[in-house]
């Protein structure tokens, strides 16, 4: 056990755990936000996805001490009122089928659209490779990242 620092959606945690623990286990069992979801616990679904430092990164392969005392934002950061352009446009499109892979989904769209305001088809599908959803809602992610793209330039445009 070791005392590590996280700073998850800009809000300070001291926990007692393994180092070696992932950081999913950290974020849902020891902090108790549950928004990220367990999904494959190999890196290979994305449910599991948060940024670490801006960067979407597969928490269940990550241990918790290489994300202490970095910028870790889950689900329930990126808006504290489902208003990101990305959960607007979410609901817009009607993606979600059972919902389970959508927060990893949303995460991942918010990296690709913070650094890519415009992304293309194939920059969508790049960003968005290896983010399985078993309910098949491809068609209706990309155009939900698409529709993100316009509310975002909206809502630019209107500052």
């Known amino acids: ?84 352009p990305v959960q607007v446009a979410w609901i817009q499109e009607q993606v979600p089928q059972c919902g389970y892979c959508q927060s990893g989904q949303i995460m991942a769209a918010s990296a690709l659209l913070k650094g890519n305001a415009n992304p293309t088809d194939k920059d969508i599908d790049t960003a968005m490779q290896g983010h399985i959803c078993r309910c098949g809602t491809y068609p209706r992610i990309r155009k939900a990242i698409k529709t993100a793209s316009v509310l975002m330039s909206q809502k630019a445009s209107a500052k």
């Open 1 to 84: 056990m070791a005392s590590l620092n996280l700073k998850i959606n800009n809000k300070a945690y001291t926990i007692d755990a393994d180092p070696k623990m992932p950081l999913l286990w950290a974020i849902r069992d020891v902090v108790g936000l549950t928004g990220t979801k367990y999904g494959c616990g190999i890196a290979q679904c994305g449910a599991c996805t948060v940024h670490l430092e801006g960067k979407p990164i597969r928490s269940c392969s990550i241990p918790v001490s290489v994300a202490a005392n970095k910028n870790i934002t889950t689900i329930e950061g990126i808006s504290e009122d489902n208003s990101h």
